[in-house]
């Protein structure tokens, strides 16, 4: 379906329009650049969105969680529409925000900082497929690439932090850094335990591996390493329970106190993508992606539609692991520091050291039914 | 087989853009009316004294340093574990061998209290 229709927008409006202005020789490369662009914001505008909406989904279902009713009075042309303005008319209050650069920063690396922390998090999406074709850059090092793009995120912290030349701020950048770094190393062998079970590293691949049933998915024979990883997500995304880098209660915003207006709200988009991706790769890695979980069920199975891959499953899985998110905002306190570190060093990286062992056993001496 | 990694190229650039749209529009739309109170560093109701670079607990650097360790055998699996299926029961051997010295080494770090944060 969506093949299609980018076919119909590259012939219908792209190239007439490259055959009118670019220049003789080049009309392919620019052919193919501008389909690459048009492909590019079908996946950032959708996602944009979704942060957009997730910050409202956020505040209403902790809102019901805690029995408020949340933001309710924000909506369209009068019509209140259950607050469904309430995200857009944020977005614009924090565009009319003054920035504020403190005299006492470096004002270079403070400008830059948030655009280190919003590129990695956004063009970690160009490998992730919503489908079996559709995928905007099939590479072959794909979990590589996102695991490279995932640890790029612990500069924009630092160099937010050091560069604010504010107390707080600082403190909130060595705690955020150490904590990264730790769980960077649980998700780090939680990802080779999924290569060494699938056997690939592109992502499309490593979810055709696991079609069959739902039985087939790795979250079973990873059943440790898929808790690992997605507590591991939140560790690394500075969620509650680990958001002892912002810690509003202690150092005020951590290493974004200084910041305000879009200059925040960039951080915080890219959080909140980067919550996204999480979701997703769980999503991929460990639950099969776009697989159907009634694939391979005796009746249920036989229906079509229903047992057939396609990318609702995958935002359906998606939308599950970010409700997990919220749902861990509302209901753990946050964690000591020392009990974060001992979680990461002391109980995941035994753990997935372990498993790593296990699986490869498993896969040497071929475990039915999912290494045969 | 590159021209797979041209859309990524494309997408960072895009990204990268995008954040600096979004902040060259919030630098204009937004009102500037600087004053030395307003630009001094936050602290809680009084004025910021001494440099905010100030020194820091060791351990910080510890935890990078055994970071990079670890992170540098997690490259080393990378391709391992890619390849299992077809170097059998003596790559598999290896790399156990390997993985024991690593666990040696962890070991080694816990027993030292380098992972201790009382």
């Not at chain 1, 690459?36 to 505008?45: E, H, R």
């Not at chain 1, 403190?171 to 990802?191: D, N, T, W």
Request: net charge negative.
């Amino acid at each position: 379906m969506f093949e299609y229709l980018f076919d119909a927008i590259r012939d219908g409006i792209l190239a007439p329009v490259v055959a009118m202005v670019a220049p003789a020789g080049y009309e392919s490369y620019t052919l193919y650049t501008l389909e690459t662009l048009v492909k590019i914001l079908a996946i950032l505008i959708p996602l944009l969105l979704s942060v957009l909406y997730l910050t409202y989904a956020e505040r209403r279902i902790i809102g019901l969680i805690q029995c408020r009713i949340g933001p309710n009075r924000v909506g369209f042309f009068g019509r209140r529409v259950w607050g469904l303005g309430q995200p857009i008319a944020d977005a614009v209050k924090l565009l009319f925000k003054e920035i504020i650069i403190p005299t006492g920063a470096n004002k270079r690396l403070f400008i830059i900082a948030p655009l280190l922390s919003v590129a990695p998090s956004l063009a970690a999406w160009a490998v992730v497929p919503f489908d079996d074709t559709l995928v905007l850059a099939d590479i072959n090092a794909g979990l590589l690439y996102i695991l490279a793009l995932t640890s790029l995120a612990v500069y924009g912290v630092i160099i937010a932090g050091w560069a604010s030349n504010s107390k707080y701020a600082f403190l909130g950048a060595m705690r955020s850094a150490a904590q990264i770094v730790a769980y960077e190393i649980a998700m780090g062998f939680a990802l080779v335990c999924v290569l060494i079970a699938a056997g690939s590293l592109n992502l499309g691949e490593i979810i055709s591996s696991q079609s069959g049933s739902i039985l087939h998915w790795f979250w079973l024979p990873l059943l440790p390493i898929f808790l690992v990883y997605f507590i591991s997500g939140v560790a690394e995304t500075n969620r509650a329970p680990f958001d002892v880098a912002e810690g509003e209660s202690e150092i005020v915003a951590g290493f974004h106190v200084e910041y305000g207006g879009m200059a925040f709200s960039i951080f915080f988009m890219a959080e909140y993508a980067n919550m996204i991706l999480i979701s997703v790769l769980t999503a991929v890695l460990f639950c099969g992606g776009w697989l159907s979980p009634f694939q391979g069920l005796p009746l249920i199975g036989a229906i079509p539609y229903i047992s057939e891959p396609s990318i609702l499953w995958l935002l359906i899985k998606t939308s599950v692991f970010l409700f997990l998110f919220l749902w861990f905002r509302a209901t753990f306190p946050r964690y000591r520091y020392d009990q974060i570190m001992r979680l990461g060093w002391k109980v995941f990286l035994p753990i997935t050291i372990v498993w790593i062992v296990v699986i490869a056993g498993m896969v040497v001496a071929r475990v039915p039914p999912w290494f045969s | 087989m590159l021209e797979n990694y041209l859309p990524i190229l494309i997408f960072l650039v895009v990204g990268l853009g995008l954040g600096v749209v979004l902040f060259a529009l919030g630098y204009f739309l937004g009102p500037h009316r600087p004053d030395s109170e307003k630009q001094s560093p936050y602290e809680c109701g009084f004025e910021a004294f001494e440099d905010a670079r100030m020194q820091f607990d060791v351990r910080y650097y510890l935890v990078a340093i055994l970071f990079i360790i670890f992170d540098l055998e997690i490259a080393f699996f990378f391709p391992w574990a890619i390849a299992l299926r077809e170097i059998g029961m003596v790559g598999f051997w290896a790399m156990m061998l390997f993985l024991a010295v690593l666990v040696i080494g962890f070991i080694y770090e816990w027993r030292k209290g380098a992972l201790e944060w009382e």
